[in-house]
């Protein structure tokens, strides 16, 4: 299960939605909790990263590594790690296209998904990528539980 404060999951809606028509990308950071079977994500803040990508970015979305090598230092001197990634589908469902499997190597981690329906989040998602191996990876629903804020 993901757990996110309500506050970070506004923001990230409120990312694809300026992002609009582009999709926006970001960062998860937080602690695992739990046995290894059935850990929990909690996310203690969303961060938001330029979309990097050289492509069409209406579809398409890149995390430059520099900013996610600054944001994993970042992480581990705050005592956290990064428990996943989100970005947006301008127009299209909250559903892991073939190029966000092609191109989710982090094994274990959360994948966010918000539609973005002409310019308005619709519906949000996130995935657990499984697998033990890049050849047996594979996107599984995950439950998103909203946290109330301080």
């Not at 506004?10 to 028509?21: I, K, S």
């Amino acid at each position: 299960m993901l757990q996110i404060p309500e506050s970070a999951y506004l923001q990230l809606r409120r990312h694809g939605e300026a992002a609009y028509p582009h999709e926006c990308c970001g960062v998860l950071v937080g602690v695992i909790s739990g046995g290894i079977s059935a850990p929990d994500k909690l996310v203690s803040q969303a961060i938001a990263v330029e979309n990097a990508s050289a492509g069409n970015t209406h579809n398409h979305y890149e995390i430059n590594p520099i900013d996610l090598v600054r944001i994993e230092r970042q992480a581990r001197a705050s005592n956290v790690t990064i428990l996943g990634f989100y970005h947006s589908h301008p127009d299209h469902p909250a559903q892991p296209s073939s190029t966000d499997l092609a191109e989710a190597h982090w094994l274990g981690c959360s994948y966010v998904i918000t539609e973005v329906a002409n310019g308005v989040a619709a519906d949000t998602r996130s995935f657990h990528l499984a697998g033990s191996s890049e050849e047996e990876k594979s996107f599984q629903p995950e439950e998103i539980s909203l946290e109330a804020g301080p």
